[in-house]
């Protein structure tokens, strides 16, 4: 008998508690991990295709019309410290429950180790995205 392999951390995301805007900034934040250490590598961006996969299962709204505009606001406040903590705390004001906001981190925390090492600026995100979301 053929199984194919689950995604145990995704299962959350197919909860119906999770509203568009939340997913939404959910998808801006993992892109913000993604885009962190300059560099993007391709283990990082296929296990966001894989979650995207799972975010679109059932839903009305295919989860991917959110990948371009979050680029953008994370391409835009990636140099500009006032437009990246704008960006966080729109973020946080979706990502607004602490059941939420966990696997959101450990969302970002498993893109940025699908390369197998963290970069400094990966570590740095990490603990800002912590210390703001324990707020």
């Given at each position: 008998?053929?199984?194919?392999?689950?995604e145990p951390?995704?299962?959350?995301?197919?909860?119906?508690?999770?509203?568009?805007?939340?997913?939404?900034?959910?998808?801006?934040?993992m892109v913000w991990?993604?885009?962190?250490?300059?560099s993007i590598r391709s283990e990082e961006n296929e296990l966001?295709?894989?979650?995207?996969?799972q975010m679109s299962v059932g839903d009305s709204t295919?989860?991917?019309q959110y990948l371009n505009p979050a680029i953008a606001k994370v391409r835009e406040s990636f140099h500009h410290e006032q437009k990246s903590a704008f960006l966080l705390e729109d973020i946080c004001l979706?990502?607004?429950?602490?059941?939420?906001?966990?696997?959101a981190f450990d969302l970002c925390s498993q893109i940025l180790?699908?390369?197998?090492?963290?970069?400094?600026?990966?570590?740095?995100?990490?603990?800002?995205?912590?210390?703001?979301?324990?707020?």
């Open positions: 008998m053929d199984q194919q392999p689950t951390f995704l299962h959350f995301i197919l909860d119906e508690t999770w509203t568009d805007a939340q997913q939404e900034a959910l998808v801006e934040l991990a993604m885009y962190v250490d300059k966001i295709d894989q979650i995207l996969d295919p989860i991917a979706y990502l607004d429950d602490a059941d939420v906001r966990a696997q180790e699908a390369d197998g090492h963290l970069h400094k600026d990966e570590v740095a995100f990490l603990e800002r995205i912590k210390t703001r979301f324990m707020q």
